[in-house]
């Protein structure tokens, strides 16, 4: 009798070649050309058991809910595939890891998103998607409900006890990089560290609790703004936060047909630019905020995005404490008051007044208008400051003995960078080895909006001479090709966490200064240093006049939770 017979053989093949080693070898396949287009490298996906399991569930019960047809095995496989879509288009767009709680950024997405991404969003996760659910066999009520019991028993784990997952994956999985989400997520797989993420989320919103002292916290602000008054100059601050104003002369492998710098900024600052460091690339504008307001890094302990747990409670950021020394605090924002919760975050934080366009608030009082925004959707610069600079100027007439905080966030620069041709037509020429379109009109972008920022400079000194201006871009952005762009075309030289730096303008009493060291977080103790003519500096040590290393962020955490945890009452 012969041992191998062919119907032995196959019986024995078809153990191994399957549908589910078929679309594991798919999954796999993915993952390998996600990583060599610049994604996460998963090229040791065989060894992530945690997560092959996961996969394998997910796959035999979506599989045995649906019903029967010719391209079943297919159509159980895409909403995973469809979870790894979304996971990897986030990570080559902003460089960052995602997270479940960033599906709460979806509104603020829909807001922003181009008509070419939003093809991209119904063609490769809405029309999978909905495919998926028509097919699914509702009548089979009971191996829907079983199959999502792992799942259920799962989630109720990570929300009623998240540190019991997070101890499992610590000592079962491939070890999780304390300070790299990517290499644990090449180590561990994309669905075991989004269920860990979460987990270390849900835990940290508990670590907040001890933190909750509002008699306490409201004793140290008024120390601190008591202390600020005996030593203040009452000066006037103004405080610009520019949407992915990006300085193309950092790229050291891209030249111009023409200098991309206006000469009327090049000869306010000429080489004392500053640099700072931002907590974000690409996105997520609010996190940028969050750190120059609120002087401490944003962590995403409790959401990818802190200003979203903001429910108006005080927290007495540097508008807040500089309110409490007696300033007039006002908070100009060129987008949508719904945009990143800005309306309670802004109270929260410490604004008297608060101001959005007509046009997207009009059920508030505002001093400023989009003007003509149809053929580049987001509204200019100089729109804006001129604007703002009749504001100023009548604020200054009307009261000159109460100072002012004059906070200004912009919107022009944000993807796509869209250009007005009739106004402001691309007079520069990129040339690279690796062309990016979005990389050319945002280098067109950025000479007109050093004119207009090397005009409004100038009015302001005009205005109000002895006073203290700021002008730092929130991030840089995506360009087409997110990181990979960056990377290629040799941004600051790729030295280390090179895309999160962004350019920083300071003029102190009508001259500019560079400082080095600058982080985002380190703009609340610049301006406190400022109103007190270098005395808070002198109280304590500044991170941006130190030669010293720069504190890690985590060495920020009680700050941080002290913080948010008042943020979020």
């Known amino acids: 009798m012969k ?8 019986r024995h093949l078809s153990l191994v070649i399957n549908r589910y080693s078929i679309f594991l070898l798919g999954i796999y396949l993915y993952v390998l050309v996600v990583g060599y287009r610049g994604g ?75 008509f070419g991404y939003g093809v991209m969003v119904v063609v490769f996760l809405i029309v999978p998607l909905t495919l998926f659910f028509s097919v699914i066999n509702y009548r089979k009520l009971h191996v829907i ?43 561990n797989g994309r669905y075991t560290m989004l269920f860990y993420k979460e987990a270390q989320r849900l835990n940290a919103l508990t670590m907040t609790e001890p933190y909750r002292k509002r008699v306490e916290y409201e004793q140290i602000a008024e120390t601190k703004a008591e202390n600020l008054r005996q030593h203040s100059n009452h000066q006037n601050v103004h405080l610009i936060v520019l949407e992915s104003f990006l300085d193309p002369r950092l790229f050291r492998r891209a030249s111009f047909n023409r200098y991309p710098v206006h000469p009327d900024f090049e000869k306010i600052f000429g080489k004392k630019l500053g640099l700072s460091m931002s907590s974000v690339f690409g996105g997520a504008t609010a996190q940028a905020e969050f750190e120059v307001l609120c002087g401490v890094p944003a962590l995403e302990k409790l959401s990818s995005v802190e200003f979203n747990v903001f429910t108006g409670s005080p927290v007495y950021c540097l508008p807040g404490i500089l309110e409490k020394t007696g300033y007039r605090t006002i ?51 100089s729109a804006l400051f001129e604007q703002n600079l009749a504001f100023v100027a009548k604020s200054l007439e009307e009261n000159r003995t ?74 840089v952005p995506p360009l087409r090709n997110g990181p990979n762009t960056y990377r290629e075309l040799d941004y600051m030289g790729n030295i280390a966490n090179y895309f999160y730096y962004n350019r920083l303008m300071i003029i102190d009493n009508a001259k500019p200064v560079v400082y080095r060291n600058i982080r985002h977080f380190d703009m609340a103790d610049i301006v406190y240093n400022y109103i007190t003519d270098g005395d808070f500096c002198r109280q304590k040590s500044c991170a941006f006049l130190e030669k010293t290393p720069m504190q890690e962020r985590e060495s920020f955490l009680d700050q941080y939770y002290s913080l948010m945890a008042h943020a979020s009452e």
Do not use: C
């Open 3 to 10: 041992i191998f017979n062919s119907q032995g053989f196959s």
């Open 40 to 114: 996460i490298d998963s090229r040791l996906f065989y060894s992530q058991w945690t997560e092959l399991l996961l996969l394998l569930y997910f796959y035999i019960y979506f599989y045995f809910i649906l019903k029967h047809h010719r391209w079943r095995s297919l159509l159980a496989a895409l909403p995973i595939i469809a979870g790894y879509l979304v996971q990897d288009a986030y990570y080559l767009f902003y460089g960052k890891v995602f997270r479940l709680i960033e599906i709460l950024e979806l509104p603020e997405l829909l807001q922003v998103i181009t």
């Open 145 to 187: 409900t079983m199959g999502a019991l792992p799942l259920g028993l799962l989630s109720a784990l990570i929300i009623v006890s998240p540190n019991a997952y997070t101890d499992f994956i610590h000592a079962y999985g491939n070890g999780v990089v304390i300070y790299s989400d990517t290499s644990s997520v090449e180590k």
């Open 331 to 381: 908070a100009t924002n060129a987008y949508k008051p719904n945009f990143f919760n800005a309306l309670p975050a802004y109270k929260g934080i410490g604004f008297s007044e608060i101001y959005f366009p007509r046009e997207y608030a009009s059920s508030e009082e505002s001093y400023f208008s989009i003007k003509d925004v149809s053929n580049e959707r987001y509204m200019f610069d």
């Open 402 to 475: 109460t100072p002012l905080f004059n906070y200004m966030m912009t919107i022009y620069g944000h993807t796509p960078h869209t250009l007005d041709p009739a106004k402001r037509p691309e007079i520069i020429q990129v040339k690279s080895d690796y062309p990016d379109d979005h990389l050319q009109r945002s280098t067109n972008q950025f000479y007109y909006r050093t004119q207009a920022i090397a005009k409004y400079i100038k009015e302001l000194i005009k205005l109000d001479k002895n006073s203290l201006i700021i002008l730092v871009s929130d991030h």
